[in-house]
Each structure stands twice: as C-alpha cells, then as structure tokens.
C-alpha cells in the first residue's frame, strides 16, 4: 500500500494556483540512433506537430523556453516560426533536469500575463552528436571543480549518480536485482509502445543481472538510451484553453529545486521539492494515479519513489518488484511510455508528453481514470501534477 | 579479479587545472601536506575550496592539516571507459574517502583489486608527484 507521508493538514493552501495553466499541445519526432537532420530541424519538426496538436498558428507563439544544453536558441527557433513578437524567453542551466522546472517558468509567465503562449523544445542528436555518456562531452577538462575529482576518474553525471548509489544500497539494503525490475517493466511498457525505441525487444531480469558493467553497480540496462530526436510542449491559460482543439492538461502543481544545505549524500533533491509539491497540489502522494520520473539510471526511480513519499525510504525496491510500478496491476504505473530507459532519451520530455497523454488518455498503456498524473524531471530538480479540466 | 592497470604509479593524464582560490591546496600537497580550508570564524571544515563559508557566510580562512586517515564512503569501478585518459586504465575503482575529520575526497587506492574495495576499509593518504607543480592525494588500506 502508498503510504500517506505527507499529510493533507501540513500543506500551506497559500501555495495553490489560483489562475490556472495548461498544457495544450504535444509534439515528437521519430526516435533514432541517426536522425539524419540537424537538432534546429528536429526542434522544428517537434514544435510544428505540437502546434497543430494544438490548433494554434505558429506567428501566435509569443514565448520559447528550452534547455541550457539545447543547440537551438529562442531566437532561431523565433525567426523559423515567424513570430510576431517573442515576450517570454529563456533556458534553465541544470544539464538534463530542467524539464519541469521549465514549466513551472512558463507558467509564473503566463499568470503575470508576460506571455500568452510558450512552447517548451527539445531537439538533440544524442546518439550520432554529442552523446553525454563521454567524459570529453560532459567532463571539465580538470577545470573548477573538476580538478578534485576528474583527475580520479569521476567525469560524467553516469559517476556520480553511481556513487551516490552505492551508498545509498549499503545503506538501504537495495539491489542490483530491484533495479533490474525497474528496467524490465519500463521495457514491458516500452513493448507496447510503437514509437519506443526497445518496442520489438523483450528484458528478462535475467538479461539484466547478465548484463556487463559499465560504471559499477551500473549494469549496461541501467543505463538510459543514447537518442537523436525533438520534442515539444505548447502552454497557454486554461480559460484559453478551453478554445482549442485538445483537451487540457492542466498544471495543478509545478516546482522547481536545485540546492538545500541540509541534504545528506544520499538524499535526492526530491525530498526537498515533495513538500511544495504536494502543498502546491494539496493531495497526498497515494492519491496520484500514474508517474512519470526521469530515469537517466535506473536506481533513480527507486530513489524518487522513496523520496517523493510515495513509498518510505528503503521500501522502494520491494515496491518495484511486487509489480507495483507496471501498467498491468500496478498501483502506481510509472513510466508508461518506456521511460528513458526503453522508449527514448529526450532529457525529461519524454515525461512531460507521456504525463500529458495520460491526462488525455491516449496513452499506449493508458491508465483508467487518471485524476492527478505525476511527472518529475530530474528525481526532484522540477515536477509537475497535472490533471483534466475539472474547472468547467 | 584483474588488478588495476598503472597501480604502482597512477598517471592521470587528466590533470587538474590550478585555479587561484585553490592553489594552496595544491602547493600543500607537493610539500607532501593534506590541507583543508578551515573557517577562520565558526572553523568549519570545506572541501572541496570555496570562496565562502556556508554556515557563516565568512571569507577569511586558513588550511588545516588533515591526518591522512580515513574509512572509504562510497565507491564505483568504471568499466567502459568515458575519457581517452583511462582507456588504457579500466576497470578502474573510483572512490570517496571520508576523513577522520569529516570532509569528503574523491580518490584511488593504490595496491588493491577494484573487486576488493568494500564501503568501511580504512586508509591513509599517500602523495604521489605527477609533476613539478602537481601532485595528488591517493589512498592506500592500513592493515
């Protein structure tokens, strides 16, 4: 059973939103190991489809947010989409994880009328470009920080997130083989999904528990895919919303983290996020229908649910492998596209569509009834709860 | 289980750049010391460097001798390499020393299998010079 960590009477109501946003508008491209385009056309591509999505002309988008390691700058992406005037516009500086912390950006716009109509992109060759696996990629060349630890062999976010797992099995008593099932049931999710990446390739625990190291306790199908690809989303107010094509998912909740001088080693920036969160939403974690969660290492989503109070810490991995986090009889399915792990990995776009889907219910491995859908995009550096339009 | 490759003498060609709020760190080191920047108000320990305590918000400092002994945190062994600079050098254990002190340090020990490194071990740190303005704190086990 979800156990209620957080309980309704601690939330601060002064943390709701009372005017409301949503997300309108979903796009993609194809997924590939070589896209054969440049990442400004993949962001294109993306936004086009999310537009039409939305039913909203291109010289009406009046805001453009995108990651600080995104190549397409607002600008370019401006002049491409014919903007009449670009009001709202910028990038959030945390590598990977800034996906929901980009739509908690967009929304504070929306409701201080900077901007009427954002869309959030993504378009990356991560696969046949630059892939993020490479010390060369994402080390500092012994620079800043990096001098008291890439000299030793710690380069790449992959290191990092390996330590801090390592410690966090000692001290939890989790397994390799719990990660593994994480693996596995996103890949059942992804063999469902025609769009994925792994759709025609069954994962047995066994392949997992077979499969070589690559950072240690990483095994090779802990490890999130490499992808060429573009995604975007497209926000605008609800009551604007209610005019256009789809529809809404409405953003109940959206928060953003990146710093607490409390935290331990192994605590994630979730534990510091959930409690705004959950204020923001006033609901409690055992009342979220479906989650979303970054998954750059398998570990993580453990991890998330631990910290996020949807289950309590060490209790994760025995969560996992009871089934809980499968679309077939789970409690709360998580990642239902196939996460990064197994569809494709578009830094926590991904998520933010697969959230929006299962508002809208269009979802491969759709999820009945689904009142609060839960996306977080860096296992606590920004989260989402959205919903349908129960506004009227 | 292999040992790791270059053990007796680690070379990483990887080597930190010298910036000028840390150099006393490494200029200590080459003199064969373990310095650690050390509050001059509230004498909270820092590493790694910052221009600024975090508990006090004071810039003054000074750099006080570390032990050199520890137990090791956490641990990971890179098996495919991610930097051309350890092609040659995997598997290769990466590790976190926790200082007798307190303060936290990503390092190597030297003179042992990566399959043999278990979170608890104690060490004591062990300079090698990489070159004449570098030189880097490993660790080996104490028996």
Known sequence: ?392 | MDKQKDIMIPEPLLMPVIEVEHSFFWESLSKNELRIQKCSNCAILRYPPNPMCSQCQFFEHSWELMSGNGEIFSYVVTHQPTHSAFRDRTPLATVIVELDEGPRLVSNILNISPSEIKIGMKVRVVFQKMDDEITLPFFELID
């Not at chain 1, 095994?219 to 926000?235: K, M, N, S």
Request: charged fraction near 20%; include cysteine.
């Open chain 1, 1 to 392: 059973m979800l156990l209620a960590l957080f309980n309704i009477n601690d939330y601060d109501a002064s943390m709701v939103d009372k005017s409301k946003v949503a997300i309108v508008g979903i796009g993609e491209t194809e997924y590939s190991r070589e896209s054969g385009r440049s990442e400004l056309v993949l962001t294109l591509e993306a936004i086009m489809a999310a537009l039409e999505d939305a039913g909203i002309n291109p010289h009406e988008v009046d805001g453009l947010m995108r990651w600080s390691v995104d190549t397409s700058s607002e600008a370019i992406v401006a002049e491409n989409l014919g903007v009449k005037s670009l009001n709202w516009f910028g990038d959030i500086n945390q590598a990977g994880n800034v996906g929901a912390a980009l739509v908690a950006s967009a929304c504070a716009a929306i409701r201080s009328n900077l901007a009427e109509t954002i869309v959030i992109y993504r378009g990356v060759n991560g696969r046949s470009g630059r892939r993020y696996g490479s010390g060369a990629v994402t080390g500092r060349r012994g620079q800043g920080l990096g001098a008291f630890s890439e000299p030793f062999g710690l380069l790449t976010p992959q290191h990092g997130l390996a330590m801090m797992t390592q410690r966090r099995m000692y001290e939890t008593g989790i397994t390799s083989r719990h990660f593994g099932m994480v693996s596995v049931t996103e890949r059942f999710h992804a063999n469902r999904n025609p769009r994925a990446t792994f759709f025609d390739r069954p994962l047995t625990i066994e392949d997992h528990q077979n499969s070589r190291f690559v950072v240690e306790p990483f095994r090779l199908f802990d490890c999130c895919l490499e992808t060429d690809g573009g995604g975007a989303i497209v926000l605008t107010s609800l009551e604007r919303a209610k005019s256009l094509r789809k529809p809404p998912a409405v953003v109940r909740a959206a928060a953003q983290h990146a710093y607490a001088s409390t935290r331990d080693y192994t605590d994630t920036a979730a534990k510091f996020i959930a409690p705004r969160l959950w204020s923001q939403a006033q609901i409690t974690p055992s009342e979220v229908s479906v989650a979303q969660i970054y998954d750059h290492f398998s570990p993580f989503v453990i991890f998330a649910l631990e910290d996020y109070g949807f289950v309590a810490r060490g209790e994760g991995g025995d969560f996992v492998e009871s089934g809980q986090m499968s679309w077939d009889g789970g409690i709360l399915p998580v990642n239902t596209s196939g996460g990064h792990l197994s569809e494709a990995y578009m830094q926590g776009m991904n998520q933010l569509l697969e959230g929006v889907r299962q508002v809208r219910g269009t979802s491969t491995s759709q999820v009945q009834d689904v009142n609060f859908s839960f996306v977080d995009t860096g296992i606590g550096t920004g989260a989402l709860i959205l919903e349908p339009d129960i506004y009227g």
